[in-house]
C-alpha cells in the first residue's frame, strides 16, 4: 500500500487541535515501548492517525517507522474491512477493550489475522489510544482448519451409513428385477418397465458406491507405484474425454516416488478433477497436469488439514478456468456440493477424489479466486523402498 491510497481523515478530526499524525513524545518511556515483544500501535484519538509504533510493528506491518506514523490506522485494514474498522472506533466506548481475530493488511498488501488489545490514555498531553497487537493467523488457520475436519468426518459418517444401507437395499431391488426379467423380460408388456427399473437401480447404485468412497469404507486394492505411472494411466483414459478447446499440458519430473494407493481409484479421483476443470473452461483454456517429489521442511497447515513434515509425491491439477469464490471453495469436497444445473452434477466427483485421496493417507487442497482458475494440489506420502517388505514378516 503507497501513501497514496492512505484513507482521507475522518471528518470529526477536522476539528481537532493537535496536528493529527505528529508523534507523541514519549521520554522515559521509549525504552519500555520500543521493548515490547507485541507490535504496539499508539493512534491519536480524534484522528485516528498513527502518532508511534515500536520495532515490533514496524517489522510486522512492513512499513518503514517514517511513513507509518502519521499513517491512518485505518489503512492497517484490507479494503473490505474498512467500514467496520470505521464503525468499531467510532462506536467503542473509551477505556479498555479488546476485539479478536480482525483480518489486518501489511504494506505490501498480505493479510494477517490479529487480537488486538486497546487502552485509551493520555500521553504526551494527548488523548491517545495504545493497541497491543498479536498475530494469531496460524491459531484461526487452524480453527478454521479443525472445524472443516469435523463437518468432513460427520458428513462422512453421515453418507456412509447411509450409502451402506441403501446399496443393501438396492442390491435386494437389482437382484429381484433381474429375476423378473428372466421371466418377463421378452414379454412386450414388461420389458421396457423392466430394463427401467434395472437402469435406475444401477445408477442409483453407483452414486452409493461414489459416496462409500468418500466415506471410505469401500474395499480397496493397495498397490505400490511410483506416482507417474499411475497419472500416465489416468492421462490416457481423460484425453479421448476432453474436448479440442481445451489444451492439454502434461509436466511430469522424472522419477516421481512411490505411492501405496488403489490405482484405479486414484485413476478415478483425477478423472474428477480433470472433467471438472473441463466443466470450468467451457470458452477453452488449459489444463496442466503436473508431478513432482516435494519434501515439506514443516507442517504445512492448510484449511482441512495439517500436512505433516515429510517426502511426497505431488499431483497438481491445474486449470484456467472460472475459478471459484471464498465460498464455494470452502464447501466443494463437500458430497452434494454443486453449482451446476441439475441434472448435470451430482456434486459427488470431489467429495469422492477427497475419500480416495484420505484413505491412501494423503492430502488435497484447492487454490481458487473468480476468475483466476483452479489447483487442485494431492500429496501423496512416500513409500521407502522397504515398506513392501514388511508384509514378509506378516503371518
Ligand atoms: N476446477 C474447478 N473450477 C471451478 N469450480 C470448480 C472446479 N472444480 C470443482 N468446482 C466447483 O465445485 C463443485 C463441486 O464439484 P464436484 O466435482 O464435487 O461436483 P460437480 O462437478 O458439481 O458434480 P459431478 O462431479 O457429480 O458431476 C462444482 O459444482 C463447482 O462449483
Ligand atoms: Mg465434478
Given amino acids: 500500500m503507497t501513501p497514496d491510497h492512505q484513507e482521507p481523515e475522518p471528518s470529526q478530526a477536522s476539528d481537532a487541535p493537535e496536528a493529527p499524525g505528529a508523534p507523541v513524545a514519549l521520554g522515559r518511556y521509549r525504552q519500555i515501548y520500543e521493548g515490547v515483544a507485541l507490535p504496539v500501535v499508539m493512534i491519536d484519538a480524534e484522528s485516528w492517525r498513527v502518532v508511534a509504533v515500536n520495532q515490533a510493528a514496524v517489522t510486522q506491518y512492513g512499513y518503514p517507522r517514517d511513513e507509518f506514523v502519521g499513517l491512518s490506522a485505518l489503512n492497517l485494514r484490507p479494503p473490505e474491512g474498512k467500514a467496520e474498522a470505521r464503525k468499531v472506533l467510532v462506536e467503542m466506548p473509551h477505556g479498555f477493550w479488546k476485539t479478536t481475530a480482525v483480518k489486518h493488511c501489511r504494506k505490501d498488501g498480505s ?90 437401480a444401477e445408477r442409483a447404485a453407483e452414486l452409493t458406491r461414489q459416496l462409500l468412497a468418500f466415506s471410505r469404507r469401500r474395499v480397496v486394492s493397495v498397490e505400490v507405484v511410483p506416482l507417474n505411472d499411475v497419472v500416465l494411466r489416468a492421462e490416457a483414459l481423460v484425453r479421448p474425454a476432453i474436448a479440442e478447446h481445451i489444451a492439454i499440458e502434461s509436466r511430469m519430473a522424472v522419477g516421481t516416488w512411490s505411492v501405496r494407493v488403489d490405482p484405479t481409484q486414484l485413476e478415478q479421483a483425477i478423472f474428477n478433477l480433470t472433467m471438472n476443470a473441463q466443466d470450468a473452461m467451457p470458452g477453452g483454456g488449459t489444463l496442466i497436469v503436473a508431478t513432482r517429489n516435494v519434501s515439506l521442511g514443516r507442517d504445512a497447515i492448510t484449511d482441512r488439514s495439517t500436512i505433516p513434515a515429510g517426502d511426497y509425491a505431488e499431483l497438481t491439477i491445474c486449470d484456467t478456468g472460472i475459478g471459484m469464490d471464498d465460498l464455494t471453495r470452502d464447501r466443494v469436497f463437500e458430497p452434494f456440493f454443486t453449482t451446476k444445473p441439475p441434472p448435470e452434477g451430482t456434486g459427488l466427483g470431489l467429495s469422492m477424489a477427497y475419500g480416495i485421496v484420505r484413505q491412501c493417507g494423503g492430502y488435497i487442497t484447492v487454490d481458487s479466486a473468480v476468475g483466476q482458475g483452479a489447483t487442485f494440489r494431492i500429496l501423496l506420502p512416500r513409500v521407502g523402498r522397504s515398506a513392501p517388505l514388511t508384509h514378509l514378516h506378516g503371518d
Fill in 111 to 200: 493479510l494477517l489475522m490479529v487480537d488486538v488489545w486497546s487502552q485509551d490514555t493520555v500521553v504526551d498531553g494527548r488523548a491517545v489510544r495504545v493497541a497491543t497487537i498479536s498475530d494469531v493467523t496460524e491459531r484461526v488457520q487452524l480453527q478454521h482448519e479443525l472445524q472443516q475436519a469435523q463437518k468432513m468426518e460427520a458428513v462422512g459418517r453421515l453418507a456412509g451409513g447411509i450409502a451402506h444401507d441403501f446399496n443393501n437395499a438396492l442390491t435386494s431391488i437389482i437382484a429381484n428385477a433381474e429375476l423378473l426379467q428372466g421371466s418377463f423380460g421378452d414379454d412386450p408388456a414388461w420389458s421396457t418397465e423392466l430394463a427401467d427399473i434395472l437402469d435406475y
